[in-house]
């Protein structure tokens, strides 16, 4: 079956520090993968999607950046954290079928 | 592209009371539907979907959700709500990537908190 990793859970951080949130995916190969952004009231804002490695859209302009250095890990980087990049960060993955599915999720918290 | 309106922000009952969270869509091209539930400080895990057929798809929980085209609406329904079902809602949409001006990246509503109240 497959599985899903993020890590980490919570994570604070100083403004203007970098930020490197990973995501990997078990049992499945040439996923998609997706980083989502969740504030509270807005829903889910969809930052990045990725149908293979190398290969990264951009859904929003914005102070984050996206990698995908292997078939099924993603990375969110930042090199400079600003106070509005504080949310929950959520990794997701899909395959043949049309539905997604999730990690539990990283609250970043930048102060 | 897909857009998805979840009407109420947050919706109060009492527990063994019947709930509907309602959810509209827009999209110009035939779509794929989705609930998701959130539980505190968790990832999304998918409820139900529809995606063709019985317009009418049920989950194992006591859910279900109506496909209803003429109206763009994917409402969720459940007839008796149980303390446990306290979370967050959100209602998704995506299209066939074969469709011209399909995706098939999830785009969500901004959620619905139910709260359940003894």
């Known amino acids: 079956s497959q599985t899903i990793h993020q890590w980490p859970a919570t994570l604070v951080q100083p403004v203007g520090s970098p930020l490197s949130l990973e995501c990997t995916v078990e049992?499945?190969?040439?996923?998609?993968l997706y980083w989502y952004r969740q504030a509270a009231g807005r829903g889910l804002q969809l930052l990045f999607y990725?149908?293979?490695?190398?290969?990264i859209s951009s859904e929003v302009p914005q102070n984050l950046s996206a990698s995908r250095p292997q078939d099924r890990q993603f990375i969110l980087s930042s090199k400079k954290l600003l106070l509005s990049d504080s949310g929950f960060y959520l990794c997701?993955?899909?395959?043949?079928?049309?539905?997604?599915?999730f990690g539990q999720g990283t609250r970043l918290t930048v102060v | 592209a897909q857009s998805v309106t979840q009407l109420d922000s947050q919706v109060p009952v009492f527990e063994e009371a019947p709930v509907e969270l309602r959810c509209n869509y827009s999209?110009?091209?035939?779509?794929?539907l989705f609930w998701y539930v959130q539980y505190p400080n968790q990832g999304l895990q998918l409820l139900l979907k529809?995606?063709?057929?019985?317009?009418l798809v049920e989950s194992i929980n006591g859910f279900e959700a109506e496909f209803n085209k003429s109206q763009t609406s994917f409402h969720l329904r459940k007839p008796s709500v149980h303390i446990s079902d306290t979370a967050e809602y959100f209602c998704?949409?995506?299209?066939?990537?074969?469709?011209?001006?399909?995706?098939?990246?999830?785009?969500f509503g901004k959620g619905t908190k139910l709260t359940v109240n003894p």
């Open positions: 997701a993955w899909s395959e043949t079928r049309p539905e997604a599915f």
């Open positions: 049992g499945t190969s040439n996923p998609n």
């Open positions: 990725s149908v293979g490695i190398g290969q």
């Open positions: 999209s110009s091209v035939s779509v794929y």
């Open positions: 529809y995606l063709s057929g019985s317009t």
């Open positions: 998704a949409v995506s299209a066939p990537r074969e469709v011209q001006g399909g995706s098939e990246k999830l785009v």
